[in-house]
Each structure stands twice: as C-alpha cells, then as structure tokens.
C-alpha cells in the first residue's frame, strides 16, 4: 500500500504546454507538500497546505499552482513550462506543520521539458 | 534563516568500513534534525531524527545526536554495506514543518 502516491512518475513534455502532476496521500495526514528536487539533486520546499489551507509558498514563480481539492489530495498545476522546470518534483504528507513531525515522501515525478 | 551544512562528497568507502558524514546547522529557535536517504531512482526515505537536544536518533544501524552546543547532527555507522550506497540528506524542521535540506552527499560502497 503506497502511502503518498503521486502521478505520472515520468513527463516529458514540450516547452510552453501545461501540465499537472496529481499526489493523494492514504495516511489520513492533514498536511502536504511539494518539493523540487533540480539536477544537482538539491531540495527545496514550494509549498504546503494545512487542511486545504496554504501556509507556505515560497519565492516561486506564478506559473505554478497547487491546488487542493481535499486533505488527501495536492495536485501541482504548470503553466508555460519551461527548460529550467525540468527537475523531479516530490509530493509529500505529515500529520501536522508541527516541526519534529516525520515527512513522508512520494516517489516522486521526473519532469523533462525539451 | 535556516540553513543545512554538509561535508563535501561523494564519498567512497569499503564494505564493513566505519561511516561519519558530518552535518552543521543554523537556526532560530529549537529545530528538529532529521537524516533522509534517497536511494537510486527512488523517492526519499526517513533515516532517523531527533527532535530535542542530546537525543540520538538510530535507524539500522545508523546513529547521529543532536548537539545543540556544537549545532550538529553527525551520521554514524560503524560496518557499511553495499546496500547502504545511496543519497544522504541532513535537514532542519522549522515553523510548518518546513525542511531545510543539505546539499546531500553521494555515498558508494565497494564490496
């Protein structure tokens, strides 16, 4: 049973387009989040919400949307894509934004734009 | 603000050798310490944490203590196996749970 499970695992996608990458999380956890991960393999929080609610969105830009149909679910919507998107992108689940809780991460999804 | 870090990698080692890669922090506050490991092509995968000063996490055979008078969260092991060549990430906790993560470091075991 896959705990954060986040769709599709692989995207290769043109320039421009716009695409979605989907996360549900079966751990019955009240927050999420989404990470990027960029080739040199660092990792960087984008955002989290809190019951449905947005607490952190960091300096990204406005191409990207999350959006949160229910607790279980955070889904990342991207406009325009560019080269630089290109990275993997991992959902991610806690019980709550208490610090010292334990993160728990998705596979995550490869993104390459071409 | 926060930040993570770590030594330089990659680092390789012999199987049954001891292991330290060595971990530092700035923070505000009392943060949480965590060691996450990505192993190739796979997601990433809690090590160990530790959430208070002096505590030591340990996690098949891993061990790193939170030294709040040195702001450390070292990771040890003392005999590596093949198994355990992967990605090692050291990361702080803050307000909302916010990860602040290290740079990582490549660690290849040879049998």
């Known amino acids: 049973d896959t705990a954060v499970s986040q769709t599709p695992k692989y995207l290769v996608t043109q320039m421009g387009n716009d695409k979605s990458i989907k996360c549900e999380q079966n751990?019955?956890?009240?927050?999420m989040y989404w990470y990027k991960q960029d080739s040199k393999k660092f990792l960087k929080i984008m955002f989290s919400y809190n019951n449905k609610e947005l607490i952190i969105n960091e300096t990204v830009p406005n191409r990207f949307s999350p959006k949160s149909p229910d607790k279980a679910h955070l889904n990342l919507h991207i406009n325009s894509l560019e080269l630089g998107d290109s990275a993997v992108y991992f959902c991610?689940?806690?019980?709550?934004?208490?610090?010292?809780?334990?993160?728990?991460f998705g596979e995550g999804s490869w993104l390459t734009v071409v | 603000g926060n930040s993570v870090t770590q030594m330089e990698g990659p680092v390789t080692l012999s199987e049954e050798a001891f292991l330290t890669i060595n971990c530092t922090y700035t923070?505000?506050?009392?943060?949480?310490l965590f060691w996450y490991v990505q192993y190739p092509g796979e997601g990433l995968q809690l090590l160990l944490k530790?959430?208070?000063?002096?505590d030591k996490g340990s996690n098949k055979g891993f061990e790193a203590t939170y030294r709040k008078e040195t702001t450390s969260f070292h990771l040890e092991k003392g005999s590596v196996q093949v198994s355990d060549s992967a990605v090692y990430f050291c990361a702080l906790s803050g307000a909302n749970s916010k990860l602040t993560f290290g740079k990582g470091i490549t660690l290849s075991v040879r049998p």
């Open positions: 751990l019955g956890h009240d927050t």
């Open positions: 991610a689940s806690s019980t709550g934004p208490d610090s010292g809780n334990t993160i728990y």
């Open positions: 923070a505000t506050g009392y943060p949480s």
């Open positions: 530790a959430t208070k000063a002096d």
